[in-house]
């Protein structure tokens, strides 16, 4: 049975982005394998942040998680600091992590240029992120276009370290949607919808109200020629709308074509689309979201699971690379 590892940063609302690349796609393949879902929080703190907003970042997540229908009886669904494991994993993996692939990541270029103070946390954040995955011997990670470039050097780390210590691990792979891996920004359909980055009007939260939602969408940029087509790098606003319209109905892309002729049509259309689409998950989240209690009980629940696995695959790294003490054998 696949074993599937993804994990989510606990920062900012989360977005139709988010939604489609990734929450709904955790959800679905909860059943096609053994699911384990994890909020990284550590992650978080590699960029300028507020440790309450932090706090309350994650509950609004992993409420959010649960009402998009997570379920933790058949994933394991836990925070990643919860789990010593990821940050002992880590270290232990920047010994095969070369200096120079992490100055080639793009992301860490683009974030970087953003930030005052540039952390050592956030270059070596994608050592964190294969330290997630490896600690698991994970062989699926879900996940947007956005992260091909980590998932190839979290592949590297697990080869380098495979052959210069002994099969220890697990080379996984990435798994893309094959609609909406990038859901771009309505307002600026070049740019990725984006927690930082995108606009306000072009990015559509998963909480919008409905007449908020009904409103991005209107206003959504398209082009001049006025034929409802997809081509997305000729058209990328409307091949962008039909895309998410796709995956809101839970269609094809093919299947829509044809059905419009006008652009206002398409974005009436599309708009609803969404409002259906997301409403379950807003009439879920009030409640869940109340109960940090619960959530935190969750949480730590899913978090013994994972340290089970976890522990045992970090006892065999440090054994290999010849960390502490021989490992005993039961
Ligand atoms: P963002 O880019 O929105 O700031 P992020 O990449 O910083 O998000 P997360 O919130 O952890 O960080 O992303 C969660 C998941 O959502 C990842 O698997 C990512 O690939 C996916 N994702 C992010 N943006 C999009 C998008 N526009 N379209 C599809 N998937 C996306
Ligand atoms: N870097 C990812 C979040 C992330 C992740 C992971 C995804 C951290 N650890 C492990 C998959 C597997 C992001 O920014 N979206």
Redesign the pocket.
């Known amino acids: 049975m696949a074993r599937i590892f993804?994990?989510?940063?606990p920062?900012?609302q989360?977005?139709l982005?988010?939604f489609?690349?990734?929450i709904t796609r955790y959800v679905e393949w909860q059943d096609r394998g053994e699911g384990i879902y994890c909020i990284v929080d550590l992650h978080a703190t590699t960029v300028a942040y507020e440790p309450k907003v932090l706090r309350s970042g994650l509950y609004d997540l992993a409420a959010l998680m649960l009402a998009a229908g997570l379920d933790p009886e058949r994933a394991i669904f836990f925070r990643q600091s919860d789990v010593p494991e990821h940050a002992e994993l880590q270290w232990l993996l920047t010994s095969v992590t070369a200096y120079g692939e992490l100055q080639r990541m793009t992301q860490f270029k683009d974030k970087s240029a953003k930030q005052e103070l540039v952390s050592a946390g956030l270059f070596t954040y994608p050592v964190l992120m294969a330290a997630d995955v490896l600690a698991y011997r994970a062989d699926t990670v879900p996940?947007?276009?956005?992260?091909r470039q980590h998932v190839e050097l979290m592949r590297n780390v697990a080869e380098r370290f495979n052959a210069r210590f002994s099969e220890q691990l697990v080379v996984p792979e990435g798994v893309y949607p094959e609609i909406?891996?990038?859901?771009m920004d309505l307002s600026d359909p070049g740019s990725?919808?984006?927690?930082?980055g995108s606009t306000e009007k072009g990015t559509v939260y998963v909480l919008d109200e409905p007449k908020t939602i009904l409103k991005k969408f209107k206003s959504a940029v398209t082009d001049s020629d006025n034929e409802v087509r997809y081509a997305p790098a000729d058209k990328p606003g409307v091949s962008n709308l039909l895309e998410i319209l796709a995956v809101a109905r839970g269609t094809s892309v093919a299947a829509l074509e044809g059905e419009f002729t006008r652009y206002g049509d398409l974005k009436a259309a599309v708009g609803e689309a969404v409002v259906d689409y997301l409403a379950p998950v807003r009439e879920r989240y009030a409640d869940l979201r109340a109960d940090e209690a619960q959530l935190e009980q969750t949480l730590g629940a899913g978090a013994e699971k994972a340290r089970a696995i976890a522990s045992e695959v970090v006892a065999d790294v440090r054994d290999a690379m010849g960390v502490g003490p021989v490992r005993a054998r039961v």
Do not use: L
């Open positions: 993804s994990g989510i940063q920062t900012g989360k977005h982005g988010n489609i690349g990734a996940v947007g276009d956005d992260q909406g891996a990038r859901i990725k919808m984006s927690t930082t």
